[in-house]
């Protein structure tokens, strides 16, 4: 089992936007601040698929290839705010066993994902 | 107005076929930084373009109640049988797992199998939608 190394992704307003449009959710929270704090949030957020998809990312790199992931999941717990300069998203993996990596995934330091797991391939 | 109680173990429409190319998963991949080279398997939460899709057709059935703008995405998880490679032709079926009301907010459970075209199932996505009733 390869180590696990915490890495550090940054978000951009830009990337939400290729997002929205390869993922097929135009959802305005996610590109327009004006919307976004007319619902209460307190600028754009991003999209929870757009977290679990880094999660995703993450576990490709560690592990050098990708389509091991067997099974992949965690509740949306906390917004990731994206102001007008970006965020950073740092995630950081743990081997339950010998196929299994918990993750932390946090923004400034809070946990963003309730129990992100995911199950390899055997 | 709370969904209707009945939604609870019905199963939509399958969503119309969707074609995976090498343009929707390498764009995909490039949103989120992903490394994909050409004929690597899909993110493993690429299958998210199909299931949202069931979603949609969920959240817009007139007959549900549901608001669109009152929903949040609550949690999701993928069980993958399969990567999802270029060339799949997807199709998702979702079926309402569960609903829970709490006090002005419905818990809407959802299970999208996605199948080839061969009928195989290739992922299974599961999703938790929260709809806040409102007034």
New interface residues.
């Given amino acids: 089992m390869p180590e696990l190394t915490p890495t550090t992704?940054a978000v951009t307003r830009e990337?939400l936007v290729?997002?929205a449009?390869?993922?097929?959710?135009p959802n305005p929270i996610h590109q327009d601040p004006e919307v976004a704090r007319s619902?209460g949030l307190p600028d754009v957020i991003a999209?929870?698929?757009?977290t679990?998809?880094?999660a995703?990312?993450y576990?490709?790199?560690q592990l050098g290839e990708?389509?091991r992931?067997?099974?992949?999941?965690?509740?949306?717990t906390k917004p990731v705010v994206v102001p007008e300069s970006g965020t950073e998203v740092e995630i950081e993996g743990t081997w339950r066993d010998e196929r299994t990596i918990a993750l932390r995934v946090t923004c400034a330091g809070e946990s963003v994902l309730?129990n992100p797991v995911?199950v390899l391939r055997a | 107005m709370a969904v209707d109680a009945s939604l609870a173990g019905r199963t939509f429409p399958p969503t119309p076929a969707y074609d995976v190319t090498e343009r929707?998963v390498s764009?995909?991949a490039?949103?989120?930084?992903?490394?994909?080279s050409p004929g690597?398997?899909a993110?493993?939460?690429f299958p998210?373009?199909v299931a949202?899709?069931a979603m949609q057709s969920l959240m817009k059935d007139p007959n549900v109640g549901i608001q669109l703008?009152n929903v949040?995405?609550?949690?999701?998880?993928?069980?993958?049988e399969r990567?999802v490679a270029v060339g799949d032709r997807l199709t998702a079926t979702l079926t309402v797992s569960g609903l829970r009301q709490i006090a002005g907010t419905d818990i809407i459970t959802t299970s999208s199998a996605i199948t080839d075209d061969s009928g195989a199932l290739v992922c299974t996505a599961?999703a938790?939608l929260v709809h806040k009733a409102g007034a």
């Fill in positions: 992704y990337a290729a997002y449009e390869a993922s097929g959710d619902v999209h929870g698929m757009f679990l998809a880094l995703a990312r576990v490709d790199e990708p389509g992931i067997a099974e992949l999941g965690a509740k949306f309730g995911a | 929707s764009d995909f490039a949103a989120t930084g992903t490394p994909y690597d398997p993110p493993a939460t998210i373009v949202f899709a703008h949040v995405h609550g949690q999701q998880k993928f069980v993958h990567p599961e938790t």
